[in-house]
């Protein structure tokens, strides 16, 4: 027999080849401490398991979800029985009479509220169709438009903080075409204007300036 050198600690030859002994990584698989680390898992996860089972038993022993498995199982019987889907060769002409376009189905009843609100704000025509507020640029902002909307096409030209009285200069200016003197009136109408935007969810009340608020959309629709 030829003698094993374990002299590299725990890896041996034999005849000049290199053979594994008792490495400490193949050792450690091995060991008391991780025998009982792996047991307690075991513990834990056979509790775990015990416990999703007892609580699912008792959600079943109920007579509401009893009731309601029962009538669920007598719904899917009776579909899969008398329902066959239209959508095979055994019934010709299918493609006349059944809708399969899912994204365009998806497209019109998946509402998209931020795009329309943005539409409605800066183009009321699309949903009025009132010929006084029919505009030729996206841009721009006539007096004709409702107070919200102009209001709201002003605080797309801002930055992330508007300043309330600038911003009411600017509102005023056009709503009533140039006129200097800022009254009650159109302090009130500017203040609901700013309070629609806010319930909307355009913007909110600045903890940094009193006199400012921000923005809380950016990029349009």
């Given at each position: ?184 009136v159109g302090q009130a109408r500017f203040t609901r204007s700013v309070s629609e935007l806010q319930h909307l969810g355009f913007i909110k009340t600045s903890n940094r300036k009193a006199d400012h608020v921000a923005r809380l959309t950016f990029g349009g629709s």
């Open positions: 027999s030829t003698p094993m050198d374990t002299s590299t600690g725990g890896v041996g030859s034999v005849g000049g080849t290199p053979t594994l002994g008792s490495t400490p990584m193949s050792a450690g698989f091995g060991s008391p401490s991780l025998g009982r680390a792996l047991s307690r898992f075991d513990r834990m996860n056979a509790g775990l398991l015990d416990l999703a089972h007892r609580n699912s038993m008792q959600h079943q022993s109920r007579p509401y979800d009893l009731v309601r498995s029962e009538v669920m199982e007598i719904i899917n019987t009776n579909l899969k029985q008398f329902l066959k889907s239209p959508c095979t060769s055994a019934r010709p002409l299918y493609e006349a009479f059944t809708f399969t376009a899912v994204g365009v189905l998806r497209r019109h009843l998946t509402g998209t509220p931020r795009a329309s609100l943005h539409t409605a704000l800066t183009d009321p025509y699309v949903y009025l169709r009132h010929p006084d507020l029919k505009i030729s640029d996206p841009g721009e902002i006539p007096a004709s438009l409702p107070d919200v909307s102009i209001a709201y096409k002003l605080h797309l030209e801002c930055p992330r903080l508007i300043n309330i009285y600038d911003w009411l200069s600017c509102w005023h200016s056009i709503a009533t075409q140039g006129d200097a003197n800022i009254t009650k």
